[in-house]
């Protein structure tokens, strides 16, 4: 996929880019895989702001994806379709009798192409597969954390987790992180790489691009009044900790907020000694 990089015409495309939608082989959508989409803005279930600088944006509808397959399972590829809600894009299945599926387009996945699913599938590019059937060194995607719970991890646009090592009841899984990590053999995944991989390098251009995608702007601490945050206020700019913290007071940048019930028993290599040089 290419970035196509759109004409100065106004202050705010200058520099923009946006993405090539060249793969994508329809527009309108399967209706009966269409969910409708409330807007929380950030607003849990009690109506408290949890996820602050959210909402506004765009309306749209979420896709049904089948992060699992049943056994046995095989459908043809109709289209590569655009999804609102994701980076990556989605591949439209219809099965032989007649029903169709959402799922995660890996990457070189066309039209007219066969998926299937379970033991017995191809080692091929898109298949979904154990991961006691899958050899080592494969790239996949869309695993399972637990098996039988549909894929749960890496499913962002461009990624993909590589199968280095396997015993009587693991495989190690090195994730896109740099964490390696032991899942149960009885874990589903896809094969293959997904596709889109040039979305990060997207430059939004105008701010304006971030409002549609319903994010509001974001104000530094230090720039707020006291009463709204323990920066703010002060002669000058200076925030008058030693420690950053947030606006109800609890310390950031490298404070742990890991439960301690969290166990690491299936962490072989933590990503972040990646991050120690």
Same mark, same amino acid.
């Given at each position: 996929m290419a970035i196509?990089?759109?004409?100065?015409?106004?202050?705010?495309?200058?520099?923009?880019?946006?993405?090539?939608?060249?793969?994508?082989?329809t527009k309108k959508p399967i209706k009966s895989l269409l969910k409708p989409m409330k807007r929380s803005s950030g607003r849990n279930h009690?109506?408290?702001?949890?996820?602050?600088?959210?909402?506004?944006?765009?309306?749209?509808?979420?896709?049904?994806?089948?992060?699992?397959?049943?056994?046995?399972?095989?459908?043809?590829?109709?289209?590569?379709?655009? %999804?609102?809600?994701?980076?990556? @894009? &989605?591949?439209?299945? !219809?099965?032989?009798? /007649? =029903?169709?599926?959402y799922i995660l387009a890996p990457k070189n996945l066309r039209q007219g192409q066969t998926v299937k699913a379970g033991?017995?599938? %191809?080692?091929?590019?898109?298949? @979904? &597969?154990?991961?006691? !059937?899958?050899?080592? /060194? =494969?790239?996949?995607?869309?695993?399972?954390?637990?098996?039988?719970?549909?894929?749960?991890?890496?499913?962002?646009?461009?990624?993909s987790a590589q199968i280095t090592a396997k015993d009587d009841k693991y495989a190690q899984v090195k994730l896109p992180s740099g964490e390696i990590r032991l899942f149960r053999?009885?874990?589903?995944?896809?094969?293959?790489?997904?596709?889109?991989?040039?979305?990060k390098n997207i430059k939004l251009g105008k701010a304006g691009r971030n409002r549609h995608k319903g994010r509001r702007p974001k104000v530094r601490g230090v720039a707020t009044n006291p009463s709204d945050h323990p920066h703010g206020g002060g002669e000058g700019k200076r925030k008058g900790y030693k420690t950053p913290v947030t606006p109800w007071g609890q310390p950031t940048l490298g404070y742990k907020t890991r439960p301690r019930r969290k166990s690491n028993r299936l962490i072989v290599r933590s990503r972040h000694l990646n991050k120690r040089k």
């Open positions: 196509r990089k759109m004409k100065p015409t106004t202050p705010g495309q200058r520099g923009m880019t946006s993405q090539d939608f060249s793969e994508i082989t009690r109506g408290v702001i949890t996820s602050r600088r959210r909402g506004g944006g765009a309306k749209r509808h979420y896709r049904l994806v089948s992060f699992k397959l049943p056994e046995n399972f095989e459908a043809q590829v109709k289209e590569i379709e655009y %999804d609102p809600n994701r980076s990556t @894009r &989605l591949a439209r299945l !219809k099965t032989s009798e /007649g =029903s169709y599926h033991s017995s599938a %191809d080692i091929e590019n898109g298949h @979904r &597969l154990p991961l006691s !059937k899958i050899p080592i /060194g =494969s790239l996949i995607h869309n695993l399972e954390l637990r098996p039988g719970r549909g894929g749960q991890i890496v499913r962002s646009a461009g990624l053999l009885e874990a589903q995944a896809s094969l293959g790489v997904l596709g889109n991989e040039q979305h």
